[in-house]
């Protein structure tokens, strides 16, 4: 089985183009901590700029590049030997603040959509761990990668939200995501309750034969 | 009533000699024999084909004994026993299930290892504290058997022991397969260095603590006497030192024996060090014994009936890691409650879906934003949680084992929850929170998807370095450059040894925090496990409404979080 925590990290197609590219002479905690890092300070900064919950301005967008840049470094980057497991989680952190807080600064409906597309795409998250952890596969790496991984989640948000069409690409992403990774993973467990059912079924008929 | 996973085949292994010089498996128990015995009840859950293999000299006894029910082959040496378990486990197609023909336990205890699915090839095993060669040491880390015991194999700390039962999920059979075949050619070509040593040790351990025993209190009862008359509930130091040799021949001699030639701890040895997985199945508070002598059978046949299986099975339906709130305010009640379900036929899957409706359903009344759907929301809330407890026990209680309903249990678990924080979010801007709220909720979600993965991707890692740790050469007989598998993880190449004190500082902290027990249930609410997480929103909604909700998951759950992450820094480390 290809590593756990590679499946954990949930990265698209750009993420794996880095992923290719290395490995890195660099720490991937220490950059993935830098990116959430820098991600905290730009969306900060533009808070206490302007007021109340304040502009996606350029201070914003900075901290967000240099987020999804040193991430998709972290894929190529050599692993720390014990603290490791702290990358997914701090990827997770960064892709649901940067969606929350540009919803936020968007207005009413793309504060409720926002809600609506982190719990969707917290069911592929969940679906990846229960996924490895009872069926001994990941989800399918076609739906992984159609739904962008996490850099291209964030990327199609940010520039939406600069453009100013956040609430119509969060339903969007959100029908697309959701149709996608909840029909996919269906699938998959119908197929296993199936054949669990076939199993306990065959059992069945050898004691009727015994008695 | 159990399902079954397929046909099995299951081999017993009929090398003790009881005191009577006759195989111990054929020593009486009730109306049977103890393999008689343990074939019925193989037979029973779900395995087509037995295979008994005995010493050559046994083979008529057996046969008889087992009649058409199981084949019965004759080996000579340990070689050939492997050799025969190769040959088995080569033409099985399934599980292989390989145990002692003198095991004596319950029903339960092979069901619960037959259908528990976090068992695909493992062991059975007790953390309980067992004396004597028949039952093999082990450690065990996680719910893994990282090294066990064979005659020739130690293990440095142990903290269970190996109950004669061994599983092989059809994935492995191949693999074990392999591992009874290089063993064969080891023990065929007279055994590896060092390994006659550490069988010699062994059994020298063994006698020596058993002579100490015995030999220590006629000593002490002549020391004793020369100064008072001994008391009437001491033993008598004539008998003491008159069977001295039974008692020798019984506790040591015997199982030595048993031991020398025996290729289920062996077998063990080569899978674990061949890196498969084995896990570990719990006698938990059932019996086990294996007897070797008929006044043994006897007694150890007496006490097993005595004990109240379904009893022990519901207690033990309870997990023992549960949180603080599920403990003393759910589990307490909720286990009768999996019980009646249990007998009403119902399925965990059914009470899984129930708890999902009634948690949507919580969510609804919780929209409302109105103090009486908030207080309706609060109480189907706690209903739904009180379900989802059961489901767990049910299936535990039952055997009900499935990959889909642990599955649903989780996901559903997850849903339940975020549903109810968007039922929250909209009850607030109902009743003039603003649309804010939906902030505090998105927060709230991704917090405590963070703080989940923590868990998940910890786990993960500490389950890669379990797996690399345990590979090595089964010749050795010692588990070598393997102590403990934390200083294995990574070659320590960056890490400095400042770090590694700060971290081992930490966990001695940790460890020496939890020696009482409200320290440790204090450790269990500090992370905010489901069970309070619920127990939180209802009464916050209810009381103060959604805004006050949100604020204390995110207070709280964010103290938990870098209570959890600091704590698991330092472990990584230590």
Redesign the interface.
């Known amino acids: 089985m290809t590593?756990?925590?590679t499946h954990?990290r949930d990265d698209g197609p750009l993420a794996r183009l880095f992923m290719q590219a290395g490995p890195l002479r660099v720490?991937a905690l220490a950059v993935t901590f830098a990116g959430v890092v820098a991600v905290a300070i730009g969306l900060a900064v533009d808070g206490v700029t302007f007021e109340g919950a304040g502009r996606t301005g350029p201070a914003s967008l900075l901290g967000i590049a240099g987020f999804v840049l040193l991430g998709m470094v972290g894929a190529a980057a050599r692993r720390?030997?014990?603290?490791?497991?702290?990358?997914?989680?701090l990827l997770?952190?960064g892709e649901?603040?940067i969606?929350?807080t540009l919803?936020?600064r968007a207005?009413?409906p793309e504060?409720?959509l926002?809600?609506l597309l982190?719990?969707v795409v917290?069911?592929h998250?969940?679906?990846i761990?229960?996924?490895l952890r009872?069926?001994r596969t990941a989800p399918s790496h076609l739906v992984t990668q159609l739904c962008g991984g996490w850099e291209v989640r964030v990327i199609v948000i940010t520039v939406a939200a600069v453009a100013g069409v956040l609430a119509a690409v969060l339903i969007a992403l959100a029908a697309w995501c959701g149709a996608l990774f909840v029909s996919e993973s269906m699938r998959s467990?119908l197929v296993?309750?199936l054949d669990?059912t076939r199993?306990?079924h065959?059992?069945?008929e050898?004691?009727e034969e015994?008695v | 009533m159990t399902a079954h996973t397929a046909s099995l085949t299951a081999i017993c292994l009929a090398l003790a000699e009881s005191d009577a010089q006759g195989p111990a498996c054929l020593l009486p128990v009730g109306d049977q024999t103890l393999l008689t015995r343990l074939v019925d009840q193989f037979r029973r859950h779900g395995v087509s084909r037995v295979v008994v293999v005995t010493r050559p000299q046994w083979v008529e006894s057996c046969a008889n004994a087992v009649g058409d029910s199981a084949q019965v082959e004759g080996h000579p040496d340990l070689s050939g026993m492997l050799a025969a378990i190769a040959d088995v486990a080569d033409g099985t197609a399934s599980d292989l299930l390989i145990a002692h023909a003198d095991v004596l336990t319950h029903d339960g205890v092979l069901a619960g290892m037959l259908a528990d699915p976090r068992v695909r090839s493992g062991v059975l095993s007790t953390s309980k504290v067992m004396h004597g060669l028949l039952a093999p040491r082990l450690r065990i880390s996680r719910g893994r058997v990282v090294a066990s015991e064979s005659a020739y194999h130690s293990v440095d700390s142990h903290n269970g022991y190996l109950l004669g039962i061994c599983k092989i999920g059809r994935a492995d059979v191949g693999e074990a397969a392999a591992a009874a075949r290089e063993l064969a050619g080891l023990s065929a070509a007279g055994l590896p260095d060092r390994w006659g040593d550490e069988f010699a040790g062994k059994v020298a351990d063994r006698g020596a603590t058993v002579l100490a025993d015995r030999a220590g209190l006629a000593v002490l009862a002549d020391q004793i006497e020369s100064v008072h008359p001994l008391p009437d509930q001491f033993p008598d130091p004539i008998a003491l030192r008159a069977d001295l040799a039974a008692d020798y021949q019984l506790r040591v001699a015997l199982p030595a024996e048993a031991l020398r030639d025996d290729p289920l701890p062996l077998l063990v040895v080569g899978l674990i060090r061949r890196d498969v997985m084995m896990t570990s199945a719990y006698l938990r508070e059932l019996f086990w014994d294996r007897p070797l002598s008929e006044r043994g059978a006897a007694e150890a046949y007496h006490e097993m009936v005595g004990v109240d299986e379904d009893r022990v099975l519901l207690d033990s339906a309870v997990k023992a890691t549960d949180g603080f709130f599920t403990t003393f305010f759910v589990s307490t009640y909720s286990r009768y409650i999996a019980r009646w379900a249990a007998h009403r036929g119902l399925t965990p899957n059914q009470v899984t879906s129930v708890s999902m409706l009634l948690g949507v359903l919580a969510a609804f009344a919780f929209a409302t934003g109105r103090t009486a759907g908030m207080i309706a929301g609060a109480i189907l809330l706690q209903i739904a949680f009180t379900a989802d407890c059961i489901d767990g026990q049910l299936a535990r209680y039952t055997r009900q084992f499935s990959k889909l309903g642990a599955w649903l249990d989780s996901v559903f678990d997850r849903g339940k929850e975020y549903v109810v924080y968007a039922g929250l979010a909209y009850g607030g801007v109902v009743t003039g929170d603003g649309p804010g709220i939906w902030m505090l909720a998105a927060s709230a979600l991704a917090l405590q998807t963070f703080r989940h993965y923590i868990d998940f991707s910890y786990a993960a890692q500490q389950h890669q370095a379990l797996a690399a740790s345990v590979r090595g050469s089964v010749k050795t007989p010692d588990e070598g450059e393997i102590t403990t598998w934390e200083t294995k993880v990574g070659d320590a190449a960056t890490s400095t040894s400042v770090l590694q004190r700060i971290g081992r500082s930490g966990v001695r902290t940790s460890v020496a925090f939890e020696r009482q027990p409200w320290r440790k249930w204090a450790k269990r609410i500090i992370v905010l496990p489901i069970g309070e997480r619920f127990a939180l929103i209802s009464l916050t909604a209810a009381i103060w409404g959604p805004r006050s909700t949100f604020t204390w998951l995110l207070v709280w759950g964010a103290v938990a979080a870098t209570y959890t992450a600091t704590g698991r820094v330092l472990r990584s480390f230590a």
Do not use: C, K, N
């Open positions: 590593d756990l925590l954990y720490q720390h030997p014990r603290i490791q497991w702290l990358v997914p989680p997770r952190a649901y603040v969606v929350a919803a936020w207005g009413t504060m409720w926002a809600y982190l719990a917290a069911f998250h969940y679906d761990v229960y996924r009872h069926q467990w296993l309750a669990e199993r306990a065959v059992g069945s050898i004691e015994e």
